[in-house]
């Protein structure tokens, strides 16, 4: 299988090479004020790649160049794939969108909404309807996460050792069996709120195909699209090029390590809880890959994945009543902004660029992850752009619009 298709021209695929250049000249600028230790970014149009650069350190402490192969922790950008996943299994029939969870997870028959209280005390109501597959894939489950901090239903989670991707303990299952004790923020389809819903969803994923989900990744997607270094984990042959991840508090300002990118570190080890929230590990071309397979409607290099229909579906906006995140919105936290945008089967997607104040095209698809990596799926353009460093939290910079920006003003036909 060719795993990297030719670099071409950018002129020949209508960008401005000149202008591309910008893009790493931009972003090199945080790098040597220090503000992050290095980046990765490609840009592709018309399924070939006109731009991929890297610049700065993978770590800064011991001198690591990045690289075209550095493996990054992807967080949220897991999500896409997840969701992914399971409409695969809704292609082969195995359930419907209106279906409630609890046919396929018991333990969520009886949820409950919260009502008010504190976090050691409180009153909860029946949900006025159940939740559906469908709540979970848009974020409209009622679902919380615990790094919030804005809800006592937040502390719960933490109180329960629920702590998205970092969850450790527990299995995937036990996870999913914990959430049924917690209440909901809110009655499901009353409102968009960033959660752990994907996480639910990875566990529908096992329980629908019968098969872990690790094992199921594996085998139907990063094998038939040559996603080598995709993983949950970084086997000990590939520690050497993943990235050390750093954090900045956006309170106090203080920086420092999260997370060394070596035997150390979580992530080089097969961890217990599977998150398809957030727990994947992957680099830019594999992650490109991804991208370029749903670009092209499920097929890469001849190798289908999916139907195109469905792709489509899944990138139209599915928040009751046509509305934008911005309206269904309860949470102060999205890993993109909710101006002008609804929100897919996974994906967020532009509904109106002049509203989200960044350029861009009508149905971009697109998301990002906790350490401010981001891509995002041009259709009408028919271009694809990846970011990735290692920086947490996402929010500590405006690197996404700032790439948007860059990347848009180099097309020129």
């Given at each position: 299988m060719n795993i990297m298709p030719r670099i071409a021209k950018p002129e020949d695929v209508g960008l401005d090479p000149s202008r591309l250049s910008n893009?790493?000249?931009?972003?090199?600028?945080?790098?040597?004020?220090?503000?992050?230790?290095?980046?990765?970014?490609?840009?592709?149009?018309?399924?070939?790649?006109?731009?991929?650069e890297t610049a700065g350190q993978r770590d800064r402490e011991r001198g690591l160049p990045m690289e075209k192969d550095t493996i990054f922790r992807i967080y949220s950008m897991t999500k896409p794939i997840t969701s992914l996943a399971l409409m695969m299994l809704y292609e082969e029939g195995?359930?419907?969108?209106?279906?409630?969870?609890?046919?396929?997870?018991?333990?969520?028959?009886?949820?409950?909404?919260?009502?008010?209280?504190?976090?050691?005390?409180y009153e909860t109501k029946p949900c006025e309807r159940e939740m559906t597959i469908r709540d979970l894939l848009t974020h409209t489950s009622g679902l919380t996460y615990g790094f919030m901090y804005e809800h006592p239903v937040d502390a719960l989670y933490r109180k329960a050792g629920i702590e998205g991707a970092n969850t450790v303990g527990m299995t995937l299952k036990e996870t999913v069996e914990a959430l049924a004790g917690i209440p909901l923020?809110?009655?499901?389809?009353?409102?968009?709120?960033?959660?752990v819903a994907t996480d639910v969803c990875g566990y529908l994923v096992e329980v629908l195909s019968g098969r872990p989900l690790d094992e199921f990744f594996a085998s139907r997607i990063f094998a038939p699209l040559g996603m080598n270094d995709t993983s949950f984990f970084v086997p000990k042959e590939k520690l050497d090029r993943f990235a050390t991840n750093?954090?900045?508090d956006p309170k106090t300002r203080k920086s420092g390590i999260m997370d060394v990118g070596d035997e150390t570190?979580?992530?080089?080890?097969?961890?217990?809880?599977?998150?398809?929230?957030?727990?994947?590990?992957?680099?830019?071309?594999?992650?490109?890959?991804?991208?370029?397979?749903?670009?092209?409607?499920?097929?890469?290099?001849?190798?289908?994945?999916?139907?195109?229909?469905?792709?489509?579906?899944?990138?139209?906006?599915?928040?009751?009543?046509?509305?934008?995140?911005?309206?269904?919105?309860?949470?102060?936290?999205?890993?993109?902004a909710a101006e002008g945008a609804g929100f897919g089967l996974g994906f967020q997607v532009?509904?109106?660029?002049?509203?989200?104040?960044?350029?861009?095209?009508?149905?971009?698809?697109?998301?990002?992850?906790?350490?401010?990596?981001?891509?995002?799926?041009?259709?009408?353009?028919?271009?694809?752009?990846?970011?990735?460093?290692?920086?947490?939290?996402?929010?500590?910079?405006?690197f996404r619009p700032q790439l948007q920006q860059l990347v848009y003003g180099s097309v020129i036909e």
């Open positions: 893009i790493t000249n931009y972003f090199k600028s945080y790098v040597d004020r220090g503000k992050i230790a290095g980046f990765s970014t490609l840009i592709s149009r018309h399924g070939e790649i006109a731009h991929f195995h359930f419907q969108l209106t279906h409630p969870v609890s046919r396929y997870i018991p333990a969520f028959k009886n949820l409950e909404v919260w009502v008010g209280g504190t976090a050691e005390k923020l809110f009655s499901p389809g009353k409102h968009w709120n960033y959660s750093y954090f900045r570190s979580s992530y080089a080890k097969p961890p217990r809880f599977l998150s398809g929230g957030g727990g994947l590990t992957s680099t830019i071309t594999d992650y490109w890959r991804f991208c370029q397979m749903l670009l092209n409607g499920g097929e890469l290099e001849g190798v289908r994945l999916c139907s195109p229909k469905t792709i489509e579906f899944m990138t139209m906006n599915h928040l009751p009543g046509g509305q934008t995140m911005k309206e269904m919105s309860i949470s102060a936290f999205s890993e993109l532009t509904l109106d660029p002049a509203e989200s104040q960044a350029i861009g095209s009508i149905g971009n698809f697109s998301w990002g992850g906790a350490a401010s990596t981001y891509f995002w799926i041009d259709p009408e353009e028919d271009m694809i752009a990846i970011f990735m460093t290692q920086l947490y939290p996402s929010s500590t910079y405006p």
